[in-house]
């Protein structure tokens, strides 16, 4: 099993900002989607 590093980057010029509440699930679901495959299981985690 190797490691998973999420990046997000809000901001710019023409970006459009992330509210805390989308990020924290954004988090989730990459957080969900390891735990998915460190058990062995096809990642089906998704956001909303």
């Known amino acids: ?3 998973v590093v999420l990046t997000v980057e ?5 970006a459009e900002r ?3 509440g989308q990020l924290t699930e954004l988090a989730g679901m990459f957080a969900e989607r390891a735990r998915q495959i ?8 998704r956001i909303g």
């Open 10 to 14: 809000t901001g710019g010029l023409d």
């Open 38 to 45: 460190q058990n062995g299981k096809s990642p089906t985690a």
């Open 18 to 20: 992330r509210s805390d």
């Open 1 to 3: 099993m190797g490691a």
